[in-house]
């Protein structure tokens, strides 16, 4: 079952059905800092990006705080849901998230993603490339990958210096570094809103150390 992201009210907590509306949050201040993104994508442009992991890695929750960054802090629409296969830890799982300055109203699964992230690299495939559009980046948690046009980068070692469980937050980190879509401060907001308060400090330290290493 797809979980939808709604609208809601500003101030609350961004829990996983969801949906955040640009027009909703019209008085909240919009940054600056993304007005050369907007540039890029052509203004009125979707971004889409699907998310591999398996079940307990935390796609879906990259996937929904990425849409909740977006479209609280940055006023512009997100949409983020999740596709699972067999219920269970450890099988495979998809989410997808999409951006959009307009009203995103194409809510099935994204065929064709400007960014696949991919939290286990034994999700890899050479055929993930046919899921891209063109000029589409793929990101992987991974020592192996040695490939041009992938980014690799090893989250495996972040998340054991600051003893994470997963790599998720790391990999939302490495996504603003690249596609400049999102601000670091406006994921560490997003995550002030949606995760426990014990794990926040962490998780952001996260995002800043992989938005770091990419940005050396």
């Not at 998310?51 to 006023?75: I, K, Q």
Request: proline residues 3%; charged residues 30%; glycine residues 6%.
């Amino acid at each position: 079952m797809k979980h939808i992201l709604r609208a809601r009210a500003p101030g609350n907590r961004c829990n996983k059905r969801e949906f955040f509306s640009a027009e909703d949050f019209a008085n909240i201040t919009r940054q600056k800092s993304r007005k050369a993104f907007l540039k890029n994508q052509g203004g009125n442009s979707m971004t889409e990006i699907r998310w591999h992991g398996r079940g307990g890695l935390g796609a879906f929750t990259a996937a929904r705080l990425l849409g909740c960054a977006v479209s609280l802090y940055e006023g512009k629409y997100a949409l983020a849901f999740p596709s699972f296969g067999p219920e269970r830890r450890g099988a495979p799982v998809r989410a997808f998230t999409k951006l959009s300055s307009k009203p995103v109203l194409d809510r099935s699964e994204t065929e064709k993603a400007d960014y696949i992230i991919i939290l286990d690299d034994t999700l890899y495939s050479d055929s993930l490339k046919n899921l891209l559009k063109s000029n589409g980046k793929i990101i992987v948690n991974s020592r192996k990958i040695a490939d041009e046009n992938i980014i690799a980068f090893d989250c495996d070692s972040i998340a054991r210096e600051l003893r994470l469980p997963t790599v998720n937050t790391i990999l939302l980190g490495i996504f603003s570094a690249v596609s400049g879509a999102v601000s670091v401060k406006d994921i560490e907001r997003s995550i002030d809103g949606y995760m426990p308060e014990k794990i926040r400090e962490k998780n952001k330290q996260a995002v800043r150390k992989s938005t770091e290493e990419v940005l050396k």
